[in-house]
């Protein structure tokens, strides 16, 4: 091989890869499922203690997010308008985390504990534009950004001081927040991918409040799911 041939025979592997990565992404419709894991931001404790302080009531011996992590499922249908954007709606769910807190009885003559069990359960729908980047023919990076319509659900159960069963249930708690992810994603063919997304939504419920709707605040909570996209073929 002479070395005018061996540049453009590279060049000609490039031109190729380049149109073998833009087939890959080409525009159209696309669906996706996926699973994974969630983690809740642990910022709960406080609230319940500041809720309390000053009540004549109960005061607060114990509180904490005992478990804030859950199982998250994600479902994806986008439209990919060029080769590197795209929108997307996603349902995605958080599955449950949970609180436990003990609380004393200030109540004179009375010298019972109550102990309480909270379940948070969030979900919601999400309006995302996405920024892709390849990574060579195969690979991709994306980035989203856009609103989610969360809704969060509360529950209570658990033993009040003088022993008898406790039960609440709150309003759902419905919120419009931003949310942001990433993605990275392995093309492994113009139809099916698979992608490994990280997602944040910001600022879920309200404030932890003796109150029907102040039932706890997360900074933010995370989904990380894996999922198999299909494209629609042309």
Not at 24 to 39: D, H, L, M, N, V
Not at 126 to 136: N, T
Request: hydrophobic share 40%.
């Amino acid at each position: 091989m002479n070395h005018r041939t061996a540049p453009i025979l590279a060049g000609l592997a490039l031109v190729l890869a380049g149109s073998a990565a833009a087939q890959a992404q080409a525009p159209g419709a696309y669906f996706g499922i996926g699973a994974g894991s969630s983690e809740y931001a642990d910022d709960l404790r406080g609230q319940i203690f500041d809720a309390y302080a000053g009540d004549t009531t109960y005061a607060v011996e114990s509180a904490k997010l005992s478990d804030k992590s859950g199982s998250a499922f994600k479902l994806t249908a986008g439209y990919r308008f060029t080769p590197w954007f795209s929108g997307e709606l996603a349902y995605t769910t958080f599955g449950d985390a949970h609180s436990d807190f003990v609380l004393n009885s200030i109540v004179p003559l009375t010298t019972g504990s109550a102990t309480i069990r909270g379940q948070y359960k969030l979900h919601g729908v999400s309006a995302v534009a996405v920024g892709e980047i390849p990574l060579g023919t195969d690979f991709s990076a994306s980035l989203r950004a856009g609103l989610v319509f969360s809704r969060l659900e509360y529950s209570e159960r658990g033993i009040t001081a003088t022993d008898t069963p406790h039960r609440f249930e709150a309003d759902d708690e419905d919120k419009t927040r931003p949310v942001a992810g990433l993605g990275l994603a392995w093309n492994i063919d113009p139809q099916w991918s698979l992608r490994l997304d990280w997602d944040r939504w910001f600022r879920i419920g309200n404030r932890f409040a003796l109150t029907e709707g102040g039932n706890g605040r997360f900074d933010h909570a995370d989904a990380y799911t894996l999922n198999l996209i299909w494209r629609m073929p042309r």
